[in-house]
């Protein structure tokens, strides 16, 4: 039995608006500031936006795990980030997803491995409007 492909998300203006700033906080490394904007948005969503959303926070934690120097903890949140993101289409709430997908990919099989790291964390393409 295949898994139904979620409806695009219904957001607020305000939530749009949150969401593209969660985005370009993760594409400037800043990436408790943009867990700490998207969760705000997380709380109030039900159904496959609150995965959604709850995907890119994993992946914004993940990283900054890995910027502190907690590997296991990075490793377990991007797991946990595809996971969520993998039912989704390619392109999901504007975010291009599959991108974002195949890069998450590509640092957990560096970090399951223990091999090179990619050299830079990946970049999410999005079109949200607000």
């Not at 039995?1 to 749009?16: D, I, K, N």
């Not at 993760?26 to 995965?51: K, M, S």
Request: glycine share 8%.
């Amino acid at each position: 039995m295949s898994q139904a492909v979620p409806a695009e998300p219904t957001l607020s203006r305000e939530e749009r608006a949150a969401l593209a700033h969660g985005l370009a906080q993760f594409n400037d490394r800043l990436f408790f500031e943009c867990h700490d904007t998207l969760e705000e948005v997380w709380t109030g969503l039900r159904g496959a936006p609150r995965d959604f959303f709850q995907g890119l926070i994993q992946a914004s934690v993940a990283f900054y795990h890995l910027g502190n120097g907690n590997r296991a903890g990075a490793l377990s949140l991007l797991r946990r980030s595809l996971t969520r993101l993998e039912r989704f289409p390619e392109r999901y709430g504007g975010v291009a997803l599959e991108p974002l997908r195949a890069a998450l990919r590509a640092w957990l099989r560096a970090l399951e491995t223990g091999s090179t790291l990619p050299s830079e964390p990946p970049r999410i393409a999005a079109e949200v409007g607000a």
